[in-house]
């Protein structure tokens, strides 16, 4: 795990340096970078971009390719964490450790704050050092959008919030977190799809084994929420239990669910053996998610 965290880490900071690197070059006056900064410079494992860049490493993208891409993503993945953090929404004060964007300013400038990384995003996909064909931006920006909007993570986050205090089938869940977690994970794998220019089968099946990867991760998040530390997580923990989240340990318990995660990460890595060559770093990523604590 180790060595896996240390590929992590310098993913992260390339993919920091871009982000840094490209805000720069904007308009300096503007203050609602410095929430930007905040939210988006937070720490995080930025564990969406080692699927990008495994991935994109297996079909032989250009690595500076892959890091635009990912800086993109991240955008959208911080996006989506300011406005979870939100007081209409989840309601939470801590996010890797530290205030989160609402508490640290307040809510106003956060909702903006979050837009603009929204926003961000398609910009740094049309910028003309991204060099790809205007067909795969295009591309691109298309995917990446459905997987943002109302039928994939905004429209998981609607269903996670509206089925707080109800019973939820299994179908409705695993539904759910399909959109609201393995959406994005799902255009990680399809982007690298798309620039490589594989057909709509392969870029379907990649489609789908990223939104599997995103579902175990979304597993496990609620397992750790469920018995983790928040000194280790970096946010309170036990909240969805508090908040009567509709999860599988809401539905199943515990062990059922761990069993669940188990299961599915087996049938994750018979996937990827089967459609995805050379993938070991793949495989690693889909295996450090089951070990993690954070």
């Known amino acids: 795990m180790k060595t896996f965290?240390?590929?992590?880490?310098?993913?992260?900071?390339?993919i920091d340096s871009y982000l840094k690197k490209f805000l720069v070059k904007k308009e300096k006056s503007y203050f609602l970078?410095?929430?930007?900064?905040?939210?988006?410079?937070?720490?995080?494992?930025?564990?969406?971009?080692?699927?990008?860049?495994?991935?994109?490493?297996?079909?032989?993208?250009?690595?500076?390719?892959?890091?635009?891409?990912?800086?993109?993503i991240e955008c959208i993945h911080s996006y989506s964490l300011i406005h979870d953090d939100l007081p209409s929404m989840d309601n939470d004060d801590f996010r890797r450790g530290k205030l989160s964007v609402h508490k640290k300013f307040?809510?106003?400038?956060?909702?903006?704050?979050?837009?603009?990384?929204?926003?961000?995003?398609?910009?740094?996909?049309?910028?003309?050092?991204f060099k790809?064909?205007?067909?795969n931006k295009n591309e691109l920006i298309n995917t990446l959008s459905k997987c943002a909007g109302y039928s994939g993570l905004a429209g998981g986050q609607y269903f996670d919030l509206?089925?707080?205090?109800?019973?939820v089938s299994q179908k409705n869940i695993i539904e759910m977190q399909k959109k609201k977690t393995g959406e994005l994970f799902g255009f990680c794998c399809e982007s690298v799809a798309i620039m490589k220019g594989l057909n709509l089968k392969k870029?379907?099946?990649?489609?789908?084994?990223?939104?599997?990867?995103?579902?175990?991760f979304q597993t496990v998040d609620d397992l750790i929420d469920h018995?983790?530390?928040?000194?280790?997580?970096?946010?309170?923990?036990?909240?969805?239990?508090k908040k009567g989240k509709a999860t599988l340990i809401s539905l199943w318990g515990y062990k059922k669910t761990l069993d669940f995660a188990k299961i599915l990460k087996r049938d994750i890595c018979q996937e990827i053996k089967t459609y995805v060559p050379k993938a070991n770093d793949l495989l690693d990523s889909v295996e450090f998610i089951l070990e993690r604590k954070f």
């Open 5 to 14: 965290l240390k590929k992590l880490n310098i993913n992260a900071t390339k």
């Open 33 to 72: 970078q410095v929430p930007m900064k905040y939210g988006v410079f937070s720490g995080g494992k930025k564990f969406r971009s080692s699927i990008v860049i495994s991935m994109g490493k297996i079909y032989g993208i250009n690595f500076k390719k892959l890091i635009i891409i990912s800086a993109a």
């Open 106 to 129: 307040n809510e106003y400038t956060a909702i903006l704050a979050g837009n603009s990384l929204l926003t961000l995003a398609f910009e740094i996909l049309t910028e003309s050092d």
């Open 132 to 135: 790809a064909s205007q067909k």
């Open 162 to 167: 509206t089925y707080e205090n109800k019973i």
């Open 203 to 216: 870029r379907k099946k990649l489609k789908e084994i990223g939104i599997n990867i995103g579902l175990l």
């Open 227 to 241: 018995k983790g530390k928040s000194s280790i997580v970096g946010k309170p923990t036990g909240r969805d239990k």
